[in-house]
């Protein structure tokens, strides 16, 4: 659970709250876009409560706390790691054969609608916050929801890049709080293009309304930063840099790269590298990629192993092939090994690597050369500088610096590369919509992914 100790909120109430949002009944057959909080946001002090409840969702096993990071490593293996554990619903995804009933797929779609009825409750409830404060809790509520449709986009629709996105179906979108449960809660899905659409509105307004500095709570370049994935997913390079743009030149006074790149990660505090964290404590937190990456001696299953295709990825003398240790069984990366850190969610890093990738794309030099930004990354690394890097070397660096935090799926849908021989808009590398849903939702009736039915 993210702890958020602000002089509005008691702990009390902020407990109280965090159960309402947490709590779910798994014998309940009501469609999870569908669930009401019933909560009941009358005064300030609730609003900030319940807004605390979302991000606690957030932070659980399921969505941020490892669970979209890893099975997003596990689909995207390509022969670099693999999945041995005795877990059945990780090894499906990892061997490309997921069923309606996986147990990860349902609990991330269920968490994240939970989120969003949540933020829907406390958008439906502003008047009531002060009027200080007004501004920064719809923009974190905002910026939680335009997040979780983007992931909901791409993990359960087909890739941006493979076309048809006004045709191909995304996820149902629900923007009101659910106050009874009857049959205009049962929403269909919208199309692709649609699902991005709300998400890009939704971070649009999380980056205007948010401050740059916002504790350990979402900010105006968290918002910057996922606008620039969002963008990047749709290959449209030129909103992809400005994105990127902003959020470098708005954290220029307050983050900076950590000096040894070790440091980004195991840390029980923000390191000034992070956008965003989810936050994890000895009393508190979940991090479950320490779970299935670590060995057990540092609290983990060690249920993930990489592969010696993986190392062909690094130069010679590049630090970041030093960020792995091994046991009798294999070897684990380093950037999963301490049980109580902190998750980095965004890092400045990759911000410099959209960048650089968008302004080579387009033959363009904002805010800095491609050069200068993929340099950044390189020279911290231990490497030598490239004077004239091509798109392939930006790429490269792409999938070494950010590997095993949970983007490596993706940019390889975007790239439209193959993984495990599957092509990237192959339908066994979308997600199912649970069969829960199907059943509970008389909207989604014929409208399971292919593949699936």
Not at 119 to 124: I, P, Q, R, T
Not at 142 to 166: C, D, H, M, V, W
Not at 199 to 210: Q, V
Request: aromatic share 10%; net charge negative.
């Amino acid at each position: 659970m993210i702890t958020k100790f602000k002089n509005y909120i008691t702990l009390s109430l902020v407990g109280s709250f965090l159960a309402l949002g947490a709590c779910e009944d798994r014998l309940n057959i009501e469609p999870a876009q569908a669930v009401s909080d019933e909560l009941v946001l009358d005064t300030d002090a609730r609003v900030k409560a319940v807004l605390i409840g979302a991000y606690d969702i957030l932070s659980d096993g399921d969505l941020f706390g490892g669970g979209i990071q890893m099975n997003g490593e596990l689909l995207a293996a390509d022969d670099e790691l693999i999945f041995s554990g005795t877990y059945g619903d990780p090894s499906q995804i990892w061997r490309k054969e997921i069923t309606t009933t996986n147990s990860d797929v349902a609990d991330f779609w269920m968490d994240s609608y939970a989120a969003i009825n949540v933020v829907n409750n406390v958008l439906s409830a502003l008047e009531v916050v002060d009027e200080e404060d007004r501004a920064v809790v719809e923009g974190e509520a905002k910026f939680i929801r335009g997040l979780l449709y983007f992931e909901l986009a791409k993990f359960f629709g087909q890739p941006y890049s493979a076309g048809n996105t006004t045709t191909n179906l995304g996820v149902p979108i629900v923007l009101e709080p659910t106050e009874e449960i009857n049959e205009s809660v049962n929403v269909p899905r919208a199309t692709v293009e649609e699902t991005y659409n709300q998400a890009i509105a939704d971070l649009k307004d999380a980056e205007e309304l948010l401050p740059i500095v916002n504790g350990i709570y979402a900010n105006k370049v968290a918002a910057a930063a996922v606008l620039s994935r969002v963008y990047l997913q749709q290959q449209n390079y030129v909103e992809a840099r400005d994105a990127a743009n902003r959020g470098i030149e708005y954290a220029e006074a307050y983050f900076n790269l950590v000096p040894n790149i070790e440091d980004a990660f195991n840390q029980t505090a923000n390191s000034q590298e992070d956008i965003l964290a989810i936050q994890v404590t000895t009393q508190d937190g979940t991090n479950a990629l320490v779970t299935f990456f670590a060995t057990k001696s540092a609290g983990g299953r060690a249920d993930i192993e990489i592969q010696p295709l993986h190392f062909e990825r690094y130069e010679e003398g590049d630090l970041r092939a030093d960020l792995f240790y091994s046991d009798d069984e294999g070897v684990r990366t380093e950037k999963w090994f301490n049980q109580f850190a902190n998750i980095p969610l965004i890092r400045l890093a990759e911000l410099y690597l959209t960048r650089a990738e968008a302004n080579e794309r387009l033959n363009t030099e904002v805010g800095a050369t491609p050069a200068e930004d993929l340099n950044l990354i390189r020279v911290r690394a231990g490497l030598e500088p490239i004077e004239d890097p091509t798109l392939e070397d930006i790429i490269n660096e792409r999938f070494v610096e950010l590997a095993f935090e949970g983007q490596k799926i993706h940019d390889i849908k975007r790239l439209e590369m193959e993984v495990d021989g599957f092509a990237y808009d192959a339908e066994l590398l979308v997600y199912p919509i649970p069969q829960r849903e199907i059943n509970a939702n008389p909207a989604l009736a014929g409208q399971q992914n292919p593949g699936y039915e």
